[in-house]
Structures are given as C-alpha cells and as structure tokens.
C-alpha cells in the first residue's frame, strides 16, 4: 500500500522542490508592517491579509512544541514503521510545522521544548523528500 | 433586532437511530429513519416539514437538495454543514433565524453518517487541503496522533495528569449503561483507562472514540405551528459560532468558545452557573476541558482540579454527556454534531430514562473541521423548556 502524497500545486512547488534540493524554503510576507514568515504555503499572509509573499531559504533549525508516539497509524502503509515519534516544532523564524523526529521509541520522553534540526529523507516517498527531525541537544 | 435571536421558534421534536458498529443500511436510510421518528416525536408529518438542515460526511455525490429530493420535501430552507461537527448547531441556528424570520415553518435539522475504523481514516486523510499535503505524508496519526499533541500540552502546562482525563471518560460510561442506544454496554474502570492498549501517547484506547453507524435529528417549529402541538416544547435562548479562532495560534489550547460564550450568555440572560447540563464535543477529552473553559464552566487552565471534586454523571451537579457522548455512545460521524443535541433535547423534554436530569436548562456544544493542528470551528447553544 503506497503512501499518501502531498499535491504539488502552484502554490507550494518552492516548497516541496526546496525538500528535494535540501532546503528549507518558507514564504514571508512583504508588507512593511508585517514581515512575519509564513507556513503552510499559500496565496496571501494569514497575519496580515497582503498578497505578495516572497520565498526564501530559512535556518531548518527550531523546537520541539508538542509530540506524540505514534503506536496505532491511521494509515496502513506506516504500520511497519510504528511507533514513531509524531511532532509539533516552532521554527526559529515563527511558523509551525509538523514532522517525525528520527529518534527510538523508547527515548520518546520529555521532548517538549528540545532544540532540533530538519533532515530531508529520500526513503519515503517516490522522488519526493519528505522533511524530518533529529535533536540537536 | 431583539435581545432573542431566536424568538417565536420552537424545538418541538427529536429522533435518534440506533447507534451500531456495522450496518446494512443505505445513508439515505438512517438519515430518514432518524428524521422519522423526531416527527413522530413531535406529531408532525413529513408533508409538513419546509426546511432541512443537514450534514453528513459520506452523502457525496448526493447533498442536502438531492436528500430533500429523495424524501419529497418542498423546501424553502436548506443548509448542509460544512464545519464537521460543529455542524448541527450551526444548522440549528440558521434554521431558527429562517424561522425566526418568516422564511420557513417546519425545519428538520438532522446529521447522520455510516463509518467503520477505515472509512473514517481514509476520509480523514483527505480532509481538507493542509491535512493532506502537510499532514498525511507523515503519518500522523490521524484525529488521535492530533489531538495527542493538545492533550501533552494541556497536561504539562497546568499539571493535569491521566486520571484526570479518564474521569470524564469513566463518568460517561456509567451515564452510558443508562442509554440504550449507546454502543458501550461494559462498565469502564480507571484501571482498565489507564491500562488499555496505547494508540498515541498520551492517548490510549478509551480516549478515542468509535466509529460507527447512526443518525440524530431534532425538528424546529415556528411558534404558530407549534401552537398546534402537544409535547414538550423548548426554545433556544442564545448560541454562537466562532471559526479559526484564535486565528494563526494553533496551541493557545482554547478555541471558539472562549470568543462567543460572554456574547451567548448575555444574550441568553444567564450565566453558566445557570445551566444544568452540558453535552459536550467529546472527540477527545481534553478538547471537553477546552469547551468547558471557554464557556466558563470550569475554571480556565484548571479543569482538572474542578473535576477532581465535581460529579459529572447524569446524577451529579454538572452532568456532562448525560447519555454517554461520542467516547461511550459511538461517533456515527457528523452525527457526533447532533448527539449532544439530541441528548440535551431529550433530557429537557423529560425523555432521559434511566439517566434522566433534573433540568429547566442547558447547553450543547459542537466542533469539527479538523485542519492544520486543530479543529476550525467552534458551537454551542443554551436550549430551555417552556413551562
Ligand atoms: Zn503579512
């Protein structure tokens, strides 16, 4: 059973060619009142309702704000994986998005808060890199 | 406009179908068979009946006109909810103002769905756009490895613990034995909470709820016709709806409750020391904490403590879920919108049974639209009997 894929779409094509080339492209609104970084891609900025984000390659580095040890996937092409850490991670430049952290279950413990860092796994989708995390402290 | 939004309506109907883990039956089935036997409730026919307000997540192709179709309904007022469970009070209130309003006389107002475990995740994954491009490819878990995340947060932000959790599991259970159309018929211990099987930590089996197959109606009626009825009849005295928000803060573990409830209870002119039930959206338990919050019902960021000293079954001062809730009764889908709704109607109109509260007046509460981290939208309403 294969995996769900994302939809690469006109509005998040930097993004997911970012995964593949390694780099982590988020948008960031252009407004001077705003500036504020954007995730998950879209046509405007959800802080302040302008319409010209711009992409840019950001630190891939941020924390961990919540996780969950995944025993029971709801998707059967992730059983063999099972369990596997799921989490929540503030990016340093604001946004907040979700990924696994490449750690052992049994260290699944007191992440809350931890520093981490992306990696771009090549091993779960057909051509396309899928963003993880591993703990940098 | 007055200070009643939803003056000269009535509730004066409510049905509910079994709820069963497997069925044969059609959608289009269990919608009617719901919808029937809340007219019947009320002594109404179904020639009578001008509106529908409907939500049910397997009827595509078919929606709320081709349902009305199917049923004969001439309709001045349709609705069909797109916000998941928080659905069936929204369409309540919009039928109540076409009511309100002259538009319509007779509105049903019925949510239903037919979902086993792998149905419900194959459409979960592709919910909507930011679920299935920055959610799915992770496998994360679905609604529990979701709402996991709000539960650790709650409880390391304000020292709940496990236990804490599970007495709301435990007390809708024992308000569940006393329905007889909940699916759970077993006594659930704290023991058996604390140990059942892990699914995503901090969340174990009784944390989640169970699919299943069933529908809830209740029937709205403007005050002329309701005049020519017999049975009980209550009126909605103030609600509200409140979408994305807190809008780009997916972790302020709160949600639309906390934006309307000062407004719904102003305008219902009660507080909430004046309700005395609530039927909650209990998809998770964590997420009644954040309803029971943001209607003031329990102090903020303090529910676990609350609970620790308040009796929420059917028989204690502040039942919640008197009839077992999504977690004891079953999730029949978008039906978890109406079965609060229905439990709220039942038990003011007298009908509890078994389980039954005494009550002049309560709230009901609906969420849905599971997106980027959290559900979107946010419902509740306070209904009362007239006496
Ligand atoms: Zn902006």
């Not at chain 1, 309702?49 to 709801?74: F, I, K, M, N």
């Not at chain 1, 992440?111 to 989708?125: E, K, M, S, W």
């Not at chain 2, 077993?186 to 009784?206: H, K, S, V």
Request: aromatic share 10%.
């Amino acid at each position: 059973m294969s995996k769900p894929m994302p939809r690469i779409t006109a509005v998040n094509r930097p993004y997911w060619e970012g995964c593949n080339a390694d780099k982590l492209m988020l948008q960031r609104c252009t407004a001077a009142d705003c500036g504020q970084y954007i995730f998950y891609p879209r046509v405007c900025c959800p802080h302040c309702g302008d319409g010209d984000p711009v992409w840019e390659q950001v630190s891939g580095r941020g924390q961990v704000l919540s996780y969950t040890l995944v025993q029971r996937p709801h998707h059967e092409s992730f059983y063999a994986e099972a369990p596997f850490v799921f989490a929540a991670v503030t990016l340093e430049e604001g946004p907040l998005i979700y990924g696994r952290i490449e750690i052992d279950a049994a260290e699944a413990e007191g992440l809350n808060g931890r520093p981490v860092a992306i990696v771009f796994r090549d091993d779960q989708l057909p051509g396309q890199k899928l963003p993880f995390f591993r703990l940098t402290a | 406009m007055t200070d009643h939004p939803f003056d000269g309506v009535r509730i004066v109907g409510v049905g509910q179908t079994l709820y069963e883990k497997r069925s044969q039956k059609p959608i289009h089935r269990i919608l009617w068979e719901a919808a029937d036997l809340a007219l019947k409730s009320a002594g109404l026919k179904w020639r009578q009946a001008d509106g529908l307000a409907l939500t049910s997540f397997v009827l595509p192709p078919d929606n709320v006109a081709t349902v009305a179709e199917h049923f004969g309904l001439e309709a001045r007022f349709l609705f069909q909810g797109l916000y998941g469970g928080a659905s069936g009070i929204i369409g309540m209130m919009h039928a109540a103002r076409a009511i309100r309003d002259g538009d319509a006389e007779v509105v049903i107002c019925l949510a239903g769905d037919a979902f086993d475990v792998a149905a419900h995740n194959e459409m979960l994954d592709r919910f909507n756009g930011s679920v299935r491009d920055y959610l799915s490819p992770y496998g994360f878990g679905g609604a529990n490895g979701m709402f996991a995340l709000h539960t650790r947060l709650y409880m390391e932000r304000n020292g709940a613990t496990r236990e804490d959790f599970g007495r709301l599991c435990v007390a809708q259970r024992e308000n569940a034995l006393r329905n007889p159309n909940a699916l759970f018929k077993e006594p659930l211990t704290m023991d058996a909470y604390l140990n059942a099987r892990e699914i995503a930590d901090p969340l174990r089996l009784y944390d989640c709820v169970m699919p299943c197959f069933g529908g809830d109606c209740i029937i709205l009626a403007s005050e002329k016709v309701a005049r020519t009825l017999k049975g009980p009849q209550l009126r909605i005295l103030g609600g509200g709806e409140y979408h994305n928000f807190p809008a780009n803060d997916v972790y302020s573990l709160s949600a639309g409750w906390e934006g309307f409830s000062d407004r719904m209870y102003s305008r219902a002119g009660i507080g909430p020391k004046d309700l005395h039930f609530a039927q909650l959206y209990d998809d998770y338990p964590v997420m009644e904490y954040i309803q029971l919050e943001g209607m003031q019902i329990s102090p903020k960021g303090k529910t676990h403590e609350w609970l620790r000293k308040t009796d929420v079954t059917w028989k204690g001062e502040m039942p919640i879920n008197t009839g077992g809730g999504q977690l004891s009764a079953g999730q029949a889908g978008a039906s978890g919108g109406m079965i609060g709704v229905v439990e709220g109607v039942l038990q003011l109109r007298g009908e509890g049974g078994e389980r039954q509260v005494k009550c002049q007046r309560g709230v009901v509460s609906g969420y849905g639209m599971v997106a980027y981290g959290r559900g979107l939208s946010a419902s509740a309403a306070i209904l009362e009997r007239i006496d």
